[in-house]
């Protein structure tokens, strides 16, 4: 047998491939993580029972969706999404989202006729998301998530009329606020926080 085709492992690859309890230790995370989201959705629910009148019958009508993942860039994750509606050019959604070894995030994504109904709302909030350190995603696809700068710009590098023209010529909304691992006491808090601020602001068109 060719030594070239054995499979070569540093010593701390080799502790791992023969300690299983790391990885049953990680699963056992996430499953606490996927009924904090589950508790997260109720209370999210409630805030939207307020909502019926400013928001689309058809994204209130499909189901919140807690989905899990192995590799996002080569990670876990977990994402909510509520309220959540994917139709071709036209999406609505709330995303609430967990990146193992990086962050929590609470994202609003609206494209279409969702855009163009609720961007005047957004502009208007254009302060208060400042001050909240929210971000907004400047890249041609909406599909990325991490925060890197080729994908989100802070809002506070920018000014109203910046955002205002931002808003205008870019195909799709989408608004995040990401909140460390590190504030793990208030995480749940912090991200109801998020959502609400997003709800009541698009209650302004």
Known sequence: MNDSSK??????????????EWLLT??????KIMGSLGV???RQQELLQHA????????LTVSAKISRGENYLGLP???????RYFEKENIFAIRTMFWWGHFFSCTLQLSGIYKERYMPAVIAAFD????????????????DHHFGEENYKGLHELNIVQFTRHLQSHPFLKLAKKISL??????????????????????KV
């Open 7 to 20: 499979i070569q492992l540093s010593p701390f690859e080799q502790q791992l491939v023969t300690n299983y």
């Open 26 to 31: 990680k699963n056992a995370i996430l499953e």
């Open 40 to 42: 997260l959705q109720q």
């Open 52 to 59: 019926h009148s400013f928001l689309p019958p058809e994204v």
């Open 77 to 83: 994750y977990l994402v909510l999404d509520h309220p």
């Open 128 to 143: 208060q998301l400042q001050s909240e350190n929210f971000y907004i995603s400047h890249n041609s696809s909406q599909w």
């Open 182 to 203: 590190d504030d793990w006491d208030t995480i749940e808090e912090k991200l109801l926080d998020a959502y609400r601020l997003l709800i009541g602001k698009l209650e």
